[in-house]
């Protein structure tokens, strides 16, 4: 079967870093996505990496290894707005995206 | 303006009424999707379309119809609407696969109460 894992929830400090793990298991693989989403809002995307390695976007880094299954969301310097609900999705075989249930953030002063 | 619109934001529903909620992209993107959002799980495909005229199942397509008559529209009906499918609906859009990251862009959603 398909299945994304992802922590329910974590909390981190302002100003501080925090990685968000997933790990996946897909029926083939076409890439592995990031999308925030703020409370009562739409997830919003932030990353998507094909390749294995780091991809750095400002605050934002999202790595890949596909041999582990494994991606990782790194976000530095953690501003207060960045509380949010962060989703991994991986991209299947038939260009279908699986979803994760998603990471709480909860970022506090 | 440009981006993906909803419609309606919020509706509680009687059970055993037809519902269709709206959603229109003038992206001219080919292809469209809708979800379901429910505490503690994943976004849920209910039905998609890679391009106007076609449509296929996701993962949840049981009690909801969509039809895609032209690129820009993708309604989602509830023929028969049960608490069940009390949840957020989201529409989204995108290229097809494989033309680039693939990457969605997500209405603001639905908030669906069926009492």
Redesign the interface.
């Known amino acids: 079967g398909q299945n994304?894992d992802q922590p329910?929830e974590m909390t981190a400090t302002e100003g501080a870093i925090v990685q968000i793990n997933c790990t996946y298991q897909t029926s083939g693989f076409?890439?592995l996505?990031w999308y925030q989403q703020h409370a009562g809002?739409?997830?919003?995307?932030l990353s998507?990496n094909v390749l294995d390695g780091l991809e750095e976007k400002g605050r934002f880094s999202s790595f890949l290894s596909r041999s582990k299954g494994y991606s990782y969301l790194l976000l530095k310097e953690l501003q207060m707005k960045d509380s949010a609900s962060y989703?991994c999705?991986g991209?299947d075989s038939n260009?279908?995206?699986?979803?994760?249930?998603?990471t709480k953030l909860i970022i506090k002063p | 303006i440009a981006g993906i619109t909803q419609a309606p934001t919020s509706q509680i529903l009687a059970a055993g009424r037809r519902m269709t909620l709206r959603c229109t992209q003038d992206m001219r993107h080919n292809a469209m999707y809708w979800y379901r959002q429910d505490l503690?799980?994943?976004?849920?495909?209910i039905h998609?379309s890679n391009t106007a005229g076609t449509t296929g199942k996701?993962e949840v397509p049981d009690g909801y119809s969509v039809s895609r008559a032209n690129t820009d529209d993708f309604p989602l009906t509830l023929a028969s609407a049960v608490p069940s499918q009390t949840s957020v609906y989201?529409c989204a859009s995108g290229e097809?696969?494989?033309a680039n990251?693939?990457?969605?862009?997500?209405?603001?959603?639905s908030r669906l109460t069926v009492l």
């Open positions: 994304i329910t076409n890439g996505f809002e739409a997830p919003t995307f998507y989703l999705a991209l260009y279908q995206l699986i979803w994760g249930a998603g | 503690g799980l994943g976004l849920r495909l998609y996701g989201f097809v696969a494989g990251t693939g990457e969605l862009f997500f209405g603001e959603g």
